[in-house]
């Protein structure tokens, strides 16, 4: 529903990942972070208040 | 003592504040006998031009009704805000942007296509769209400037005050007029209203299960008269909203739409109902939760009615 309401508001849905990760799965956490964040950075900064003005 | 001077504006608003404002019934009696009314383009002649006469801070406070969405209601709010000592947002669209805010899931250039060309009525073969300045025979004609964005009067000019509603209740308005008349006004930023709690708190309506299987929207069944309209499947925004309106609108069977804003301490409302909504679906299960939400057509529409303009978003990205 999250991902809806966003799509909605033009937010890719790239932007954003849910992800369930246990406190013992320290390994598969830093892999997911590291993907997100090179996932990010590919799509570059969101413009400020969805490049709209004011 | 002296009379209170008090000016009323409307910008982009569809008139149901000055309806709101007439609804206190013979109590305007009572505004009348400690105000002068100075500026009200609904009810008495005083043009642009004497507003603009007026000097600084000689207005004692002026209620402000309606978004922001063009250059006359910006340079209106800027001027009222000069000439007056206390603006007060009157109303959801200057408290938050309300339904003309749901403009900003589109922008000028949607809004005119569809408002001038494609609407099914509209007969404009030539394409004409407005323009803010038009050489005619006799002399130059100006529209303003239409923005992108809708704005709140808060996202434009220093507010002191805040009455909530779409329309504000008649009791809300009372609250706050009676406050200035008397002098007694709250600190700055406050939302006036009776209860700074959310609808709920309002609302006779009794809650237990909390657990939902389907939504539904308000045509599709006839709820229970006694039981939470939540927790019936209606999408209630009571536990999101701020309260103080009485709760009319779930005592005569139908959901809250948040009209009254975020609950005090709540900076995205929409995101605050959204929550809500999340915490009363009865299933663990992925798929089943994914139609549950499917029942949900309209997430910004619904939980963002009033406030997409003051939500931390703002707007939607139109790419």
Redesign the interface.
């Known amino acids: 529903m999250l991902k809806k309401l966003l799509s909605q508001l033009g937010i890719e849905d790239e932007r954003v990942r849910l992800e369930w990760v246990s406190a013992s799965e320290g390994d598969r956490f830093a892999a997911i972070v590291d993907e997100m964040t090179e996932q990010v950075r590919k799509l570059g900064p969101f413009p400020r208040n969805g490049g709209g003005n004011g | 003592m002296a009379k209170l001077k008090v000016a009323l504006y409307w910008a982009a608003s569809c008139g149901g504040c000055e309806i709101a404002q007439l609804a206190i019934g013979e109590k305007i009696l009572k505004l009348a006998e400690a105000a002068d009314i100075v500026f009200w383009p609904v009810a008495i002649d005083v043009k642009y031009k004497d507003v603009e006469a007026m000097p600084d801070k000689s207005i004692d406070a002026c209620l402000f009704n309606g978004a922001i969405r063009n250059s006359e209601q910006e340079h209106m709010a800027k001027m009222l805000r000069e000439k007056s000592k206390v603006m007060i947002a009157f109303g959801s669209c200057a408290y938050e942007g309300c339904i003309p805010g749901l403009a900003?899931?589109f922008?000028r250039q949607l809004i005119f296509e569809r408002a001038y060309i494609t609407t099914e009525s509209t007969d404009n073969k030539d394409k004409v769209l407005p323009q803010t300045s038009y050489q005619a025979p006799e002399g130059e004609l100006t529209l303003p400037e239409f923005?992108?964005?809708v704005?709140s009067l808060r996202?434009t000019v220093d507010v002191d005050y805040v009455v909530p509603g779409c329309p504000p209740e008649e009791r809300t308005t009372w609250l706050a007029l009676e406050a200035l008349i008397q002098g007694k006004l709250p600190p700055k930023g406050t939302v006036i209203t009776h209860n700074a709690k959310a609808v709920c708190d309002d609302c006779p309506r009794k809650r237990d299960v909390k657990k939902v299987k389907k939504f539904y929207r308000t045509f599709e069944i006839v709820p229970d008269p006694e039981i939470c309209l939540l927790e019936q499947g209606l999408l209630c925004a009571g536990i999101a909203t701020r309260g103080g309106c009485g709760a009319p609108c779930p005592q005569a069977n139908m959901p809250c739409t948040g009209c009254y804003g975020p609950v005090e301490g709540v900076v995205d409302q929409?995101a605050h109902f959204?929550s809500a909504?999340?915490s009363v679906i009865d299933s663990n299960d992925p798929e089943e939760i994914q139609r549950i939400?499917d029942d949900?057509h309209?997430?910004?529409g619904t939980?963002y009615r009033y406030s997409l303009p003051d939500s931390l978003?703002?707007?939607?990205?139109?790419?």
Do not use: E, S, W
Not at chain 2, 313 to 319: P, V
């Open positions: 900003n899931m922008n923005y992108d964005t704005k996202q929409g959204l909504v999340a939400v949900i309209d997430p910004v939980f978003l703002r707007r939607a990205r139109i790419k």
